[in-house]
């Protein structure tokens, strides 16, 4: 997420988990797995659910999951092969919070440890305690592996536990509810190069249509922009333009996000791309005061290869305050590096804590000028070897050629 303005900081901070305390030490006592929670899903085959490539993108739906009253539901075992590039688990829920509660890799080594849920940055960002970091999101949530050159075993059987909470009295709380995880693998080699299919849609905002699209010089500039910012790390973007109906000009970004999954539903028919959705506005609430944001990305990662659910796309506001520079192409670019995996190079510091930083060691957390600073201004378009790495990961991309 690009923010416009310091006064976002904090409420930002808290949405979309950036930095609470940073200096913090995980309890020793781990959150105990539900004892009423529903069996081993793989269990009736026998053994752990493989995963069997038949080109370079595998998925898997799992059965649903019951989470008890810890909110944590009972395990899941999948059998990745050895020539996995990365997985990506989504987890999705008819309503409340989610995350990976524990992950166990094909090494035995915890990506996701549960010690974390008993940390003060839970439920909303686990940093401490997962090897590649995780952000919960309301009905649906995606985590890769990997997001930072650290050792993971990919290959080998994986034990994963999900974790579901509910809204109550203005906190999230573990709650019982039937989870849905799907995997989604990708397999190597790493591309050198890849196509990315957008899809750019239209709400109207600004008068704005897929008619007039090809004579708007502020979205020819910004499609433009946005291909050469992640050209540089070899991916071309496929961008169509769309309109889409229903769509409300002025979009609320809100620790449930029901007006971001009421936007992305408006694009459940289009053809298979990254969804992004140009608004009037994408605002935070902050004591009844609306502090408007440059763009928000549902996930980091986004759900791969979804369309049309609740974090199946990227908002973009289209307002300009008084005497803001135009970055529409740089917002566009930046929130899709969210979607295919990045987080900030550095997020905003608050207080005395330090700031928190992505592990990617070839990104210097003071780097303005990379495209995925928390505040990038225009001219901040680089983008690192490793980061190209990730979004290279992606199932969303394809070969070049196909």
Not at 17 to 45: N, Q
Not at 273 to 288: C, P, S
């Amino acid at each position: 997420m690009i923010e416009r303005s310091q006064a976002t900081r904090r409420e930002w901070t808290r949405l979309a988990a950036g930095v609470f305390v940073l200096a913090i030490g995980c309890s020793s006592e781990a959150v105990a797995p539900d004892g009423d929670g529903a069996g081993d899903a793989s269990a009736d085959a026998g053994g752990p659910t493989a995963v069997v490539f038949g080109d370079r993108v595998a998925r898997r739906q799992f059965p649903a999951l019951q989470a008890g009253a810890t909110g944590v539901t009972a395990p899941i075992a999948f059998a990745l092969p050895a020539e996995t590039l990365s997985v990506t688990v989504v987890t999705e829920a008819a309503d409340g919070r989610l995350a990976v509660a524990r992950w166990r890799d094909g090494g035995g080594q915890n990506l996701v440890d549960e010690h974390w849920l008993s940390g003060p940055l839970a439920p909303w960002l686990c940093t401490q305690g997962c090897v590649f970091r995780q952000q919960s999101r309301p009905f649906e949530q995606a985590l890769l592996a990997p997001n930072a050159p650290r050792p993971a075993t990919l290959a080998g059987v994986h034990e994963l536990r999900a974790l579901h909470q509910a809204h109550d009295q203005g906190k999230w709380l573990p709650a019982s509810g039937q989870v849905r995880v799907e995997l989604v693998a990708v397999r190597g080699p790493a591309l050198a190069a890849g196509r990315l299919p957008v899809n750019l849609c239209l709400t109207g905002a600004l008068g704005w249509n897929a008619k007039n699209a090809p004579v708007l010089p502020r979205l020819q500039q910004a499609i433009a922009d946005a291909t050469q910012i992640l050209a540089q790390v070899g991916i071309q973007l496929s961008v169509a333009v769309h309109d889409v109906a229903g769509a409300a000009p002025l979009v609320e970004h809100s620790s449930e996000d029901n007006e971001l999954r009421d936007l992305f539903a408006t694009g459940a028919q289009l053809p298979l791309g990254v969804n992004v959705f140009l608004v009037e506005q994408v605002y935070v609430a902050t004591g009844g005061v609306q502090s408007p944001i440059a763009g928000i990305s549902g996930g980091i990662p986004g759900p791969p290869l979804r369309m049309g659910t609740a974090g199946a796309g990227i908002a973009v506001s289209l307002a300009l305050g008084p005497g803001e520079d135009d970055r529409l192409g740089l917002a566009i670019a930046h929130e899709l590096g969210h979607f295919l995996g990045l987080y900030h190079t550095s997020e905003a510091q608050i207080g005395a804590d330090p700031a928190l930083h992505d592990d990617l060691g070839d990104t210097p957390g003071d780097g303005e000028d990379n495209l995925m600073y928390w505040a990038p201004q225009a001219g901040a378009t680089k983008l690192s070897a490793e980061q190209g790495q990730i979004l290279r990961s992606s199932a969303w991309l394809q070969p070049i050629g196909q």
